[in-house]
C-alpha cells in the first residue's frame, strides 16, 4: 500500500475552472493566460533555435546568452546590476524557481511569513520544505500591510518571507514606503526576502517595477524571481529566472539541478533573443492590455459592477457585496461558469484562513469581442442574482 503525501491537495483552482470553462463551453476569463499567440519574432526564434540551434542539455544554470540578455533586462528596466556568471539561474518556470527556493532555504521549523492572499504553490512548498507558516492577511480596496501586521507575524525564528508584487490575485503593485518598511524588518530580524516578480513588467498607467532586492540593505538578502511566460505573454513556455547575490544563487542552483537540472535550450534562445531584439514589446504590451483593462472595467462599471482598481497583472476585481449581489465569490463563479457561461476566480482560494469572501477575479488579457460578450452575460449575472 502506498502512502502518497500530497494526496490532500485539491487540485489548483486555476485547473478545477479552467475545467468548467471546457465542461460548459464558457468564456475563460478565470486561469490567467492570454488569447493570442504571443510576439511572433520571438516564436520565429524559437523555431529557429529547434531548427538550426543545439537540442541536447544547455548548462545546469541556463545559457550564458540568455543570463546576459536577463541581467541587460534587469539593468535597463529596473537599474539593478546582476552578473550572469554568478546572480542568475535560468529555471523552468517561476514554479520550480519557487521550489528551489524553498527547498535549499528553509530547514524544517524555520517560519516563513507570507500574504494572504497569496499564490495558490507557496504554502504547499513552504510546508514541504518543513518551513511554518506565519499568515498575514491583506484585505480590499488597499491591499496593504503596515506595521503593526509585520510586527505580528516577525520573530527570531523567521528565516523568510515571502512577496508578491505586483499582487496576484489583488493586482495592486507594493508601494516604495511598504518595499522599505519590509526591508526593515528583513534587516532587522536577518530574514531573506523570495520576491515572486512574475509580473514586473505588466504594470499599468506609467508606474515602475521597483524590486525589493534594489531597496538598501536587501541585495545580498533578496532571491527575485522572474517569468519569461509573463514577460512575453507565453504562458506554457515556463522559462523562469532566478536572480540572487553569489553565496545564495549558489545553495539555489543546488537545489535546481536536481529539480529540472535545465530548461529547453531552444526556449532559452528565443527568450533571449527577445530580451535584446523585441524591445518595444515591454512599451507595447502593457499599453494594450492597459486598454483591454479599461474596456472589461468600464463596461463592468455601466453593468453596475463595483470594480476594484487594476495596478498591473492581466487581472481586475469586482466586489460583490458593493455590487449589490448577495452571492459569496465561489457560489457566484460556480453559478456563472453554469448558467452565463463565463469563467472567473474566486478570490477566497487564494487564502488559507479567514478569506476575504466577496471578490472574484476576472482575466482581461482578451480579444475585444470576448470582452465585450463576457460583460453582455455578467450584466445579465449581476440582474439575476441580486
Ligand atoms: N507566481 C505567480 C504570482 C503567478 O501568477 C504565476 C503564474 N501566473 C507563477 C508564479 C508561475 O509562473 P510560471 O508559469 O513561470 O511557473
Ligand atoms: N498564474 C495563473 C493565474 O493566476 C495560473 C497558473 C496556473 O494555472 N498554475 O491565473
Known sequence: MVHPVFDNLPTTIFERMSGLARQHGAINLGQGFPDDQGPLPVREAAARALLDGSNQYPPMRGLPELRAAVAGHYGRTQGLSLDPDSEIIVTSGATEALAAAFLSLIAPGDEVVLFQPLYDAYLPLVRRAGGIPRLVRLSPPSWRFDRAMLEAAFSDRTRLVVLNSPLNPAAVVTPDEDLALL???????????????????????????????????????????????????????????????????????????????TTPPNLQAAVAWGLEHHRAWFDEMPAALARARDRLASG????????????????LNVDLAASGIGLDDVTFCERIVAEQGVAAIPVSAFYAENPVTTVVRLCFAKADATLDEAVRRLAAARTLYR
Open 183 to 261: 526591508a526593515e524588518f528583513c534587516v532587522r530580524h536577518d530574514v531573506i526576502a523570495v520576491c515572486d516578480e512574475v509580473w514586473e513588467a505588466v504594470v499599468f498607467d506609467g508606474r515602475a517595477h521597483r524590486p525589493l532586492i534594489g531597496v538598501p540593505g536587501m541585495r545580498e538578502r533578496t532571491v527575485k524571481i522572474g517569468s519569461a511566460g509573463k514577460l512575453f505573454g507565453m504562458t506554457g513556455w515556463k522559462v523562469g529566472f532566478l536572480c540572487a547575490a553569489p553565496p545564495l544563487a549558489k545553495a539555489l542552483a543546488a537545489a535546481h539541478q536536481f529539480l529540472t537540472f
Open 300 to 315: 463592468l462599471a455601466v453593468a453596475g459592477y463595483a470594480v476594484l482598481e487594476s495596478q498591473g497583472s492581466y487581472f
